[in-house]
Every structure is written in C-alpha cells, then in structure tokens.
C-alpha cells in the first residue's frame, strides 16, 4: 500500500515495489521545465521525498504516520528527457527517526540526482 495524496495525484506519480526498493515514477510535462528548458529541481525533490516517505507504509486508515525533517538532494547533471524515475531504499529503520537515501534517473538512464532524507515518526 502507498499513501495517496492529491498533490501526488495531480504529479502523476507511478508507485513499484521490488523487494526493499521503492520505485516512484513521473510522465514530464512542459509545466515542469524551468526557464533554462530542464526539469525543474522543485520537481525532483518532490520526486525523492514522495519515493523515501512512500518506504514506510501508511496505517490501517492510509494515512502518512511520519514528517519528512531533513532532506537533501544533490543534482548531478541537468535532468532532461520523457520520465524520471526515483529508487528508494531504506538505510536505517529506527524506533523515532528513519534514514533513506534515493537515486533519480532520466529517461536514457542517466543518473540525475541523489537524495538523502530523514524522517520523524508522529506516533511512538
């Protein structure tokens, strides 16, 4: 189960799972190209965030249970191309915080950024 969002809705984002790996994908669209012609990084972080809180799964009623307090994203090159796919996987699971980290690649493979993030439980 995902948690669903109706900004995540309004993106378009695509949800996969393959083991202990997230995959969250984005169809591009021209609204989210900054003034230079690439794929805005506003859009890229929202990418990787979606992806490392989507590790945890949400609670019986579908609701998030944790709040994003630390984000970081590294961009590597300038992101251009059909799609963006994010990888998420889970780095540590503890009792109040969990530590994720995430790739993002274009459509021709190329890896685009990195995202490293930190997330609070609301309960415990």
Do not use: W
């Amino acid at each position: 189960m995902f948690i669903k969002q109706p900004f995540d809705e309004f993106l378009g984002f695509s949800y996969k799972r393959d083991m202990n790996i997230l995959e969250v994908g984005l169809q591009i669209k021209d609204l989210y190209l900054n003034s230079v012609g690439v794929i805005h990084g506003g859009i890229i972080s929202t990418l990787a965030d979606v992806a490392m809180s989507n590790l945890i799964p949400p609670n019986q009623q579908g609701l998030q249970e944790i709040v994003t307090v630390d984000l970081k994203v590294s961009f590597l090159k300038p992101a251009k191309g059909e799609y963006l796919r994010a990888h998420a996987n889970l780095v540590k699971d503890g009792r109040k915080l969990i530590f994720t980290e995430c790739q993002i690649y274009n459509s021709t493979e190329d890896l685009v950024a990195v995202a490293h993030g930190i997330f609070s439980r609301l309960t415990n």
